[in-house]
């Protein structure tokens, strides 16, 4: 059996956040592992976290996605 695809949602907008996670988490193979509101959480949250897919804005506070 394969196993889920561990998916890390960075964005700096929490309703948007949420929304995407909702639907990520309808289908059974996926699997939101972690969520960041700008690219330094996201790093903080990459370190203990193992993820396939990482999604992610390109323009947030402190860090971007690009810089990420």
């Known amino acids: 059996m394969m196993e889920n695809i561990k998916i890390i949602i960075a964005d ?11 639907l990520l988490n309808a289908y059974p193979d996926f ?7 700008n690219g330094l959480e996201f790093l903080r ?18 860090m971007d996605g690009i810089e990420a």
């Open 12 to 22: 700096d907008h929490q309703l948007f956040r949420n929304g995407l996670k909702i």
């Open 31 to 37: 699997e939101v592992s972690g969520e960041a509101s």
């Open 45 to 62: 949250i990459l370190r203990n976290t193992t993820a396939d897919v990482a999604l992610m804005d390109i323009n947030m506070p402190e």
